[in-house]
């Protein structure tokens, strides 16, 4: 403990004084009274906070095994810790689109992992994940086809773009389930 003579819990007209036997001034900065109480404050002016900070040693007191497992303990923030991937993450924690941490199917289906640049860009453009159910994607592609329709859309010559992008990709992708063992048909 510092060697600051210590006078606890001085008020004056609701201000705080210095927490140093003594002084007036009033006490604006606190500094934690013990390791085992660092949210309880004494309050000292300027110069008496930073006499108490040169003096005070956090691990004052500790030796040999305890004070190697407050170290161990502070380098993790005081937070247990565990070690990395440790079990199989849920569902809820994560969108695995590629069906990384699928760990039934990990050997079997290695070609849904392996999708090419333009099978993940046309997966994209038709706004889903990479699915095998063929009436998924058809279901997609009739909405967005409706959405970004020229007739529908005064004859918009970026929603016909969009549209064109919209047909090749479906075509990709039927293609890609096709050679990939799926009978899909447009």
Partial sequence: MPEIQLDND???NGKKCCAAEGCLAEGIYPAPK???ALRDYLWFCLEHVRAYNKSWNYYEGLQGAALEAEIRRATTWERPSWKFATGKPSEEMLKDT???FDFENRECGQREQTLTPEEKRAW???RMTPVKDLEQL???YKTLAKENHPDRNGGD???EERLKEINLAYDLICKSLNVSGN???S
């Fill in 10 to 12: 001085k008020t004056e």
């Fill in 34 to 36: 013990s390791r085992h």
């Fill in 98 to 100: 590629f069906n990384l």
């Fill in 124 to 126: 994209q453009i038709m």
């Fill in 138 to 140: 058809k279901k997609q």
């Fill in 157 to 159: 010559e970026k929603a």
């Fill in 183 to 185: 009978n899909a048909t």
